[in-house]
């Protein structure tokens, strides 16, 4: 007489926890066949720069003039006529731009029985001076310096132009890296080609030099022929563009 296996009636509980476990392994096997979402495949992001060192073509120097006496408006009277006259006399010189910097009126103090009370004014204007010509901007700055100026500090910049020039060419050898990597990406990971999807250029960045404090006092008067000129120099500076974005890699 053959034996025949006995079939038992499944728990309530038992069943609800086998249906539990099947739908826990069906959501994840459903899960492993469908892609991350967010996620594209093929789908590569990348970042290229490119560097120069340039020679900033603009130097930038500032100067100021101040008075101080008990009377204001005669003081302001003083300040502005002597920025007025520096400014046509700068602007005689084609590769020069002046323009008017800070003008400020500031109290003075002097301590009476360990108070503080007023003891006149100080007004002071300031002056700013440019030119890709940094020898004719020294020697101007040395003959506003016999005059009654002070030179506070130098500094220089890229001019319009430069920068364009510079910015131009950053582009074209970024792009060309971004393009280098996206091929070297397709290849290492076993495709034919790709396809640009977006692509962004990050404004250029550069790290000009500070404008230095020079503070040069007023000389005593001279000829202006024999006023000594404020040396400029500077060095080079790296200037950087930045492209990013992303390619679709095809077979």
Same mark, same amino acid.
């Given at each position: 007489m053959s034996s025949r296996p006995v079939l038992r009636p499944v728990s309530p509980v038992a069943g609800l926890w086998l249906a539990s476990l099947l739908f826990c392994a069906a959501a994840q096997a459903q899960s492993l066949a469908q892609p991350?979402?967010?996620?594209?495949?093929?789908?590569?992001?990348?970042? *290229?720069?490119? !560097?120069?060192?340039? &020679? $900033? +073509?603009?130097?930038v120097m500032t100067l100021a003039v101040e008075r101080s006496?008990?009377?204001?408006?005669?003081?302001?009277?003083?300040?502005?006529?002597?920025?007025?006259? *520096?400014?046509? !006399?700068?602007?005689? &010189? $084609? +590769?020069?731009?002046?323009s008017s910097g800070?003008?400020?009126?500031?109290?003075r103090w002097k301590a009476v029985n360990n108070q503080s009370q007023r003891d006149g004014w100080t007004v002071r204007g300031g002056l700013v001076l440019k030119s890709h010509d940094f020898a004719a901007l020294g020697k101007m700055a040395g003959q506003l310096a016999q005059q009654g100026f002070m030179i506070e500090s130098n500094g220089f910049e890229l001019s319009k132009a430069l920068r364009d020039r510079e910015e131009t060419a950053l582009i074209?050898?970024?792009?060309?890296?971004?393009?280098?990597?996206?091929a070297t990406a397709a290849r290492a990971l076993g495709y034919g080609s790709y396809n640009l999807r977006t692509l962004s250029i990050e404004p250029t960045q550069g790290q000009l030099p500070q404008p230095r404090p020079m503070m040069m006092r007023a000389a005593a008067p001279m000829a202006e022929e024999q006023a000594p000129a404020v040396p400029l120099a500077t060095g080079r500076t790296p200037l950087q563009l930045t492209v990013q974005g992303s390619v679709q890699l095809t077979r």
């Open positions: 991350t979402p967010g996620v594209v495949a093929g789908v590569v992001d990348l970042q *290229a720069t490119a !560097q120069v060192e340039v &020679v $900033p +073509d603009l130097a006496g008990a009377d204001p408006a005669s003081l302001t009277a003083q300040v502005s006529k002597s920025l007025e006259a *520096a400014l046509k !006399q700068a602007r005689t &010189v $084609p +590769d020069i731009e002046a800070a003008f400020t009126t500031q109290p074209d050898s970024a792009i060309a890296r971004f393009k280098s990597k996206a």
